[in-house]
């Protein structure tokens, strides 16, 4: 638990994003958002809304640590679709936190992963990677440089 305790809080994010995923194709876009996290059951869990003002669009993400299984649940959201997307689930290990979940992109069925790294009191890094081959090979389709607001 409390793994995510460094994200809580206001901070500036700088996103990078594939426009087109899993096409083998480098056409990325870059575009700015504010996050806000605030912890859930004394660190056992925690929210975070991020507005991404030139896209007129927000996301939100809730994890949850399950005490049992010693692992977290990411769940994500968006204010495009309003559904919970599949979750993905991992654990940190030196600073590192690596999630893994089975998700569909256009109908195709995918493994999702989440890293978190380069963990400080005033910055963070978030990466997405899909693989369309279950987990041979990864396509990093989506980076957040998280900055202390």
């Not at 993905?88 to 999702?112: L, M």
């Amino acid at each position: 638990m409390n793994d995510f305790d460094f994200l809580l809080g206001s901070w500036n994010v700088a996103n990078r994003r594939l426009r087109t995923v899993l096409s083998g194709a480098g056409d990325w876009v870059e575009f700015p958002g504010t996050s806000t996290s605030r912890s859930l059951f004394d660190g056992g869990g925690n929210t975070d809304e991020i507005l991404f003002p030139t896209l007129g669009t927000r996301g939100f993400t809730l994890r949850l640590f399950d005490v049992e299984r010693q692992e977290w649940a990411l769940y994500w959201s968006n204010s495009q679709t309003g559904r919970l997307f599949p979750p993905v689930f991992g654990t940190f290990t030196d600073g590192r936190g690596d999630f893994y979940g089975d998700d569909e992109h256009e109908g195709r069925p995918i493994r999702a992963h989440y890293l978190w790294s380069g963990i400080t009191p005033d910055s963070a890094r978030w990466e997405q990677e899909f693989s369309a081959d279950g987990g041979r090979t990864w396509e990093s389709n989506w980076v957040m440089e998280f900055t202390r607001a």
